[in-house]
């Protein structure tokens, strides 16, 4: 005697094979491995890596293949035109387009009487004598500026912190902390002495 199988058909609702042919039509495509990777670096990164603009309250404009000092808005502000007729070409060169005078040649260098040092672009007060110390690194240093005077900006390569005018944006030059120095706050501001303008007297 044979036995006979009977084959029972699969029965498959219309409506589900609409919806698995919906969602197959939706789905993204799927990324390869070097794109997901560089997704997440992007998402982890923060955001210093993207510019100087999201670190310190300052900004900066590149013009003619070089940086250009921007003040705040609502300071004193004038045209590169302006400030190139006022200044002195070394002036203009040190607080407008970022230079630095040569280790040792500066004015205030060695410099210790009583008084203020202002911005030499605008003239607003940035640092008290008091605060200047002689660190031997060739360029006039300060251990703290007056309140609210300074604005600290990352360097595009991210290795220094610059110091500007925050009424200008004048460049003052660099800061730089941990170096051990005797002072109460373990900085050094060093600034050129192109920026700079002594008024004498008591601070």
Known sequence: MKLQ??????????????NATKQSRLAPPPRSLSTLYRSSRLQSAPLSNFGSGFAGSGTRKFKGGAFVAMAAPGSVQKPEEEWRAILS??????????????????????????????????????????????????WPAFYEGLPGAINRNADPDGRRIEITCAACGGHLGHVFKGEGFPTPTDERHCVNSVSLKFTPGTD
Do not use: M
């Open 5 to 18: 199988i009977l084959k029972t058909p699969i029965l498959v609702k219309p409506s589900s094979i609409f």
């Open 89 to 138: 070409p070394e002036q203009f060169r040190i607080l407008r387009q970022k230079g630095t005078e040569y280790p040792g040649s500066g004015e205030y260098n060695k410099f210790y009487e009583d008084g203020v040092y202002k911005c030499a672009g605008c003239e607003t007060p940035l640092y008290k004598s008091t605060t200047k110390f002689n660190s031997g690194c060739g």
